[in-house]
């Protein structure tokens, strides 16, 4: 199974779309973190409506309770600071996709420190900035899934 993980996400719609995502596709869902709001937040239910039952969702309080909880996993850190493109990537049926806040990103020494597992989406108008979370979750999970179904 693909994991997807959200260390500390902000925006309760994004969330709720990414856990329908998740469900749809069998990936499991990780929060890493404290979250911008509360998982009981009316909007974030109304994002993944009535599939939150379907969502293999698992809290961790910081990436080493990540880290610990997948052992066998490998975690691809997914940042538009990245050079190599998500396309250039041979994905693992047990990888974990790592996405940080959508205002800051991943932090910077996590990035550093696993530079040879960073992932960037392209982005050919050097104008924007970044692309919606749930957008790049939908994005990387679904090659990752090709590749690992086909």
Avoid at 22 to 47: E, N
Avoid at 93 to 102: A, H, K, M, T
Avoid at 118 to 143: D, F, H, Q, W
Wanted: proline content about 5%; some cysteine; overall charge negative.
């Amino acid at each position: 199974m693909l994991h997807v993980a959200l260390v500390e996400p902000e925006i309760p719609p994004n969330t709720g779309n990414i856990a329908r995502l998740c469900a749809a596709t069998g990936a499991g869902l990780h929060i890493v973190g404290v979250t911008g709001f509360r998982m009981d937040d009316r909007t974030l239910k109304r994002s993944g409506l009535d599939y939150w039952d379907e969502v293999d969702l698992h809290r961790h309080i910081d990436l080493d309770g990540l880290y610990a909880y997948l052992p066998g996993s490998r975690f691809l850190y997914i940042t538009t600071k990245a050079e190599r493109f998500y396309t250039e990537w041979e994905y693992a049926s047990e990888d974990c996709l790592v996405f940080g806040r959508e205002t800051r990103g991943l932090p910077e020494d996590l990035l550093r420190s696993n530079w040879e597992r960073c992932l960037t989406i392209p982005m050919p108008n050097k104008n924007v900035r970044s692309l919606n979370l749930a957008t790049s979750v939908g994005i990387v999970l679904y090659e990752a899934l090709r590749q690992t179904r086909a």
